[in-house]
T-cell receptor, first 113, second 116 residues
Framework: GENVEQHPSTLSVQEGDSAVIKCTYS??????FPWYKQELGKRPQLIID?????GEKKDQRIAVTLNKTAKHFSLHITETQPEDSAVYFC????????????FGTGTSLTVIP | EPEVTQTPSHQVTQMGQEVILRCVPI?????FYWYRQILGQKVEFLVS????????KSEIFDDQFSVERPDGSNFTLKIRSTKLEDSAMYFC??????????????FGPGTRLLVL
């Protein structure tokens, strides 16, 4: 089955700096890669997703890049703010099938004011 | 914006007892899922459900677990005889079907289950 690995497990950045979180996946059939933000005690919230037919997607301060050949994708947050502090999970799935999401182990991001 | 809801938010039970966790998926969604998250660990898939039957399940989802859609709005997860290691946050999720295929999964707020 699919195996998703995520790095780093913890990340601290100064407010205003950029943060990058990286994930790799093993199943070349995976074609859908969402990113979720989970604040303490709350539900995972989708923040951005990317499908395998594109290499990059951007939404304001958040961007995701995908390298299908290398089977890795990354989340980039620019101009970080304290409210960006949360745990971020990447996931991989085969879109269009209703299949399960395979989640990474999470990255705890702390933005220091 | 519609959201997935779950009840109860917290449940404490004795080992060996049965628990039922309830979810109300987003109304026009057709695919339903249960995941669990042990404290400090990643979210793990348990089961997916479509067209009134299980479409996929993980190794975690053994004979102690069952799911049901008893009516047009609820989706339940039952654990027949709880074990200490079942203590976790349980998330329900749902997704809908468009012309482009099944879209992303939207998560409920979770039920924190503590087995004593």
């Amino acid at each position: 089955g699919e195996n998703v690995e995520q790095h780093p497990s913890t990340l601290s950045v100064q407010e205003g700096d950029s943060a990058v979180i990286k994930c790799t996946y093993s199943d070349s059939a995976s074609n859908y890669f969402p990113w979720y933000k989970q604040e303490l005690g709350k539900r995972p919230q989708l923040i951005i997703d990317i499908r395998s037919n594109v290499g990059e997607k951007k939404d304001q301060r958040i961007a995701v890049t995908l390298n299908k050949t290398a089977k890795h994708f990354s989340l980039h947050i620019t101009e970080t703010q304290p409210e960006d502090s949360a745990v971020y999970f990447c996931a991989a799935s085969i879109r269009g099938t209703g299949n399960q999401f395979y989640f990474g182990t999470g990255t705890s991001l702390t933005v220091i004011p | 914006e519609p959201e997935v809801t779950q009840t109860p938010s917290h449940q404490v039970t004795q080992m060996g007892q049965e628990v039922i966790l309830r979810c109300v998926p987003i109304s026009n969604h057709l695919y339903f899922y249960w995941y669990r998250q042990i404290l400090g660990q990643k979210v793990e898939f348990l089961v997916s459900f479509y067209n009134n039957e299980i479409s996929e399940k993980s190794e975690i989802f053994d004979d102690q677990f069952s799911v049901e859609r008893p009516d047009g709005s609820n989706f339940t997860l039952k654990i027949r005889s709880t074990k200490l290691e079942d203590s976790a946050m349980y998330f329900c999720a749902s997704s809908h079907l468009t012309s482009g295929g099944v879209e992303t999964q939207y998560f409920g707020p979770g039920t924190r289950l503590l087995v004593l």
